[in-house]
């Protein structure tokens, strides 16, 4: 497996499971707007965003403090992504100043965003690290365990909503032509159990 972004970002087998998540290019749903509004509010932060790394950009799946045009674009160029560094290491990344640290420098997302410190979970899926559940703030910031456990929380949801629909996806296209009649959907048990969970973290973390 290629060791540096740059050999990931192309990697065959992590874009075949970014494609199989058939999330690339959808619109905005609340599903994932709910979750990077949740991740925004229990750390305080202005910017949260659920990404996928492409192979030449970073899809915002879900954006909560970005200016225009990016937030209706929901995409950025990788020169504004930290978000790429979790390909490698596969652990969150924890900034808590931004402009000190030598592999961020150059990033636009310091000078366009104003972002000073970055906090990110990686996604994964089919083994492969697809993306990231992030926030950013605009001063510095020490983050904490209890942030990083918090927003892993999250990032724990997001992915239950990935499987979710990748599994709802490949159950629609193996189905016997008897399905339909009068079967429910596929979903129908897991989503009140995601519903739970997050109503769960919610109440967990008010105040």
Excluded at 47 to 63: E, M, Q, Y
Excluded at 104 to 121: H, M, S
Excluded at 140 to 169: K, Y
Excluded at 196 to 203: F, N
Aim: charged residues 25%; proline residues 7%.
């Amino acid at each position: 497996m290629p060791s540096s972004p740059t050999g990931l970002l192309a990697d065959p087998g992590r874009l075949a499971a970014l494609q199989q998540t058939n999330l690339l290019d959808t619109a905005a749903e609340e599903a994932f707007d709910r979750l990077a509004r949740l991740a925004a509010r229990l750390l305080d932060a202005p910017i949260a965003l659920v990404t996928l790394v492409d192979r030449d950009r970073l899809f915002l799946k879900a954006c909560v403090g970005l200016p225009e045009p990016w937030a209706s674009a929901r995409q950025l160029p990788l020169s504004h992504s930290l978000c790429q560094r979790l390909l490698v290491t596969g652990q969150p990344l924890v900034l808590g100043d931004v402009g000190a640290d030598p592999l961020a420098r150059g990033n636009r997302a310091i000078a366009e965003f104003g972002v000073a410190a970055y906090l990110g979970i990686p996604l994964r899926f089919g083994g492969q690290v697809l993306g990231s559940v992030c926030v950013a703030d605009r001063q510095p910031r020490a983050w904490t365990d209890d942030d990083v456990a918090v927003l892993a929380d999250v990032a724990g949801l997001v992915m239950t909503e990935i499987e979710l629909r990748a599994d709802l996806d490949t159950r629609r296209r193996v189905a016997v032509p008897s399905a339909g009649h009068g079967q429910p959907p596929a979903d129908v048990g897991a989503r009140p159990e995601l519903e739970r969970r997050l109503a769960d973290l919610e109440a967990s973390y008010q105040s």
